[in-house]
């Protein structure tokens, strides 16, 4: 679960460059209870070319790369390597 937290963090703070002066409310949500385990990677970005914002991870032991993609977070497998 912390794991996805920090994945959930790691987007809102990509988001807030666009953000006014009002202050964001950010609400957790679990997209995947089996997510890759130790990331040593979390990224957003475009993945699939649909205009929205989708999240990417690597786990270093298990689960490979994984993408996320908006709106319904459906997960993607990119890799299944392990590093």
Not at 28 to 42: C, S, T, V
């Amino acid at each position: 679960m912390e794991v996805l937290y920090n994945i959930i963090f790691g987007t809102a703070i990509s988001f807030l460059i666009s953000c006014n002066n009002e202050k964001p409310v950010f609400t957790e949500k679990i997209i995947d209870d089996q997510a890759p385990a130790n990331l040593w990677m979390k990224s957003t970005g475009d993945i699939n070319l649909d205009g929205k914002a989708d999240i990417l991870v690597g786990g270093w032991q298990t689960g490979g790369i994984v993408a996320y993609l908006a709106p319904d977070w459906r997960n993607m497998l990119i890799n299944d390597l392990v590093y």
